[in-house]
């Protein structure tokens, strides 16, 4: 894997917060800041995944399915809800 310097310029207090949870997970600034940059940016791509299918739906075909749900499947002991 490639890797390459970059300078982040951050504000003092999210430094400092950063710092903070980074010795708190006992892991060094620069993986702390590596894994919430990654986890942003799954986010990102995973809501546009959802955005692009729901673009995609037949909502016609979806309220159909729906509909059929459970017909031949009566509720069973356990499926209670509290």
């Known amino acids: 894997m490639r890797k390459n310097n970059f300078a982040l310029r ?3 207090s999210l430094l400092d917060e950063a710092r903070r949870v980074a010795e708190a997970e006992g892991v060094a600034l620069n993986q702390l800041i590596n894994v919430a940059l990654a986890e942003k940016l799954s986010a990102l ?3 546009a995944y959802f955005h692009e299918r729901a673009s995609r739906a037949d909502l016609r ?3 159909r399915i729906v509909k059929k749900a459970g017909r031949d499947n009566p509720p069973v002991p356990g499926d209670e809800l509290d």
Do not use: G
Request: without cysteine.
């Open 10 to 12: 951050l504000q003092s």
């Open 45 to 47: 791509r995973t809501a």
């Open 61 to 63: 075909k979806a309220r």
